[in-house]
């Protein structure tokens, strides 16, 4: 959505990472099938600054892969804080478990294997952070998983919602485009948030739940 020399630029102005997300990144694009999955050094960043703006107490990542966004969010947390972190894909929790040892925050981390669908109405937990990052096809249901349990003044964060720009155009209708169009509009039609999406990588979702 930015022009590469105008990304290179905002980078090179933001705060620098912790060592151990290098090596993550690194590791990440060596070993996995679609690397680009991750947030990386700018979405992180960002993802970082949410987390420390809002202090949150309880945090709920939707898609962990292979941890990355989950370590950016934990920067956040108050000391005795949790982020919950559910992926569906058993294959990268070595890979997570490796950086989550590496980092401040392995006592903070409770991941979750299995289908969030299932897994987010057991949570006893209310959330006062969500990022939502999982298969696109569902970001409609999670949506209204999750408005329950987001406290109120809490932030609802959603990956990926422009879609490459598909949802600009409406003859394009696969079904990833059409629920994450979906998503969009459910968003901004439930008054009990405020919302806006930052043309950040792939579009990125912002809504604080004010009532």
Known sequence: MIPTDIQNYIEKLASPQPTYLNELERETYQKTVLPQMISGYYQGRLLSMFSKLTRPRQILEIGTFTGFSTLCLAEGLLPEGQIHTIDINDEFTVLQNKYFEKSPYRNQIKQYVGN??????????????????????FYPEYFKLLV?????????????????GKVAHKHIIDAETQALRKYNELLLADKSFEVII????????????II
């Open 116 to 137: 969030a669908r299932e897994i987010i109405p057991r949570l006893s937990q209310q959330f006062d952070l969500i990022f939502l990052d999982a298969d696109k096809r």
């Open 148 to 164: 329950a349990q987001l406290n109120r003044g809490g932030l609802l964060l959603a990956d990926n919602v422009l879609w490459y």
């Open 198 to 209: 930052l043309p950040v990588r792939d579009g990125i979702s912002v809504a604080r739940k």
